[in-house]
């Protein structure tokens, strides 16, 4: 019900642009966001966005870097990654809750996509 694309292999300075449609049950979410593991590590928050577009909040990591952007109309969000660098390879993930929440945490999101890979050469 969420399926992000657009990761590939990218080298360090360099950008890609992520989509994750929502279908079913998730085209009526609230609060979207990115996560990120790279291989070792935990899952970890990049970015978020309301329903609305109105609110955003970034991982101190992307701040700067990064984009989280929604289209209602087409159920998708986006995430822009500009100034990549090489510690930002990992599998991106896209999530979605119903809830009315603004939250970083993995808990709080109730569907998740299949996650893109991203690969950024030094």
């Known amino acids: 019900q969420l399926q992000a694309s657009g990761g590939g292999l990218v080298q360090a300075g360099g950008s890609l642009s992520l989509s994750c449609p929502a279908s079913?049950?998730?085209?009526?979410?609230?609060?979207m966001g990115w996560f990120r593991q790279a291989p070792g590590k935990e899952r970890e928050f990049v970015a978020y966005?309301?329903?609305?577009?109105?609110?955003?909040y970034y991982a101190d990591s992307v701040k700067g870097r990064f984009t989280i952007a929604r289209d209602n109309a087409k159920n998708t969000v986006y995430l822009q990654m500009n100034s990549l660098k090489p510690e930002d390879t990992a599998v991106y993930y896209c999530a979605a809750t119903q809830l009315f929440v603004l939250s970083t945490s993995v808990g709080s999101y109730d569907y998740w996509g299949q996650g893109t890979l991203v690969t950024v050469s030094s």
């Open positions: 079913g049950r998730t085209g009526s979410s609230n609060t």
């Open positions: 966005i309301s329903r609305s577009g109105g609110s955003t």
